[in-house]
Structure formats: C-alpha cells, structure tokens
C-alpha cells in the first residue's frame, strides 16, 4: 500500500519535472504544491535524490547556479543566461559520437558535463530596451 503511494507520488513528482525548465528542489517543491497540497517537501527532495541515482533523471551542476534537476537523461549541454540565471539545453549534434568512443588516452567516454554561459532573449531584449533608454536620456 506504501508502495503504491510513493509510486504515485513520484509520477507526480517526475511528471511536474518534465514540465519544468532544470528547477532546484525547491523550485520544483512549489510546482508541485500548486496541484498536490499532501506531498511534503521531504518526499520531493527524497524521490529527485532517488531518481537521480537512479538515473532516471539528471542532477545538473553549473558554476554560479543551485543543483538543478533535470528529466532529459540524453547527453546534452546545458547554456545558463548570465543576467536572469535561467537554464536551457543546448543540443550539440556531434556530441552522441563521441560516447562509446576511447579517447587518445585510452578512457572509454560514456557521459559529458558541458556548460555554456550567455544571454537569453529576454534578457537580450531587455538589454536593448535598456540601451534605447539610456540613449534618450
Ligand atoms: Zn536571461
Ligand atoms: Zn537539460
């Protein structure tokens, strides 16, 4: 019966994952809140820990951000906007020839942690407004 609980939990919990955009724990905790008041924050925290090394998912570290969750398990980088922090993926075509191969050194290579730093629309567009603003003054 337990079980089955945390089962249905963890769909939910998962679920809410793959709407999200690499949330924190936390981030994810209040996504989830919105729709499912009974689901505590020890138990989000619990299953994205368990799922992560499970590795049915991904926990995700970039220099200057909290861990992140992530429910793309496929090898890909990840770019983080360096003015509103936000996290997207960034598909590198080339990069799935890599795994399997050995490299020069003889290490067999079976995962990638890449991490790219930019701006995003938003903040581009914001950036520019800003300009235009400041011109005029
Ligand atoms: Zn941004
Ligand atoms: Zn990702």
Known sequence: MKKQRNTAQKRII??????ADHPTATELYEAVRRENEHISKATVFRVLAQSAENGDILKVHLCG?????????????????VYCGRIKDVSLPRTAEVFGVKS???????????????CCPDCAARRAEEVKAGGRA
């Open 14 to 19: 998962l679920g809410a994952l793959e709407c």
């Open 65 to 81: 951000s909290d861990e992140r969750y992530d429910g793309t398990v496929a090898p890909h980088a990840h770019v983080r906007c």
């Open 104 to 118: 020069a050194e003889g290490f067999e290579i079976f995962s990638a942690e890449l991490g790219f730093s930019g």
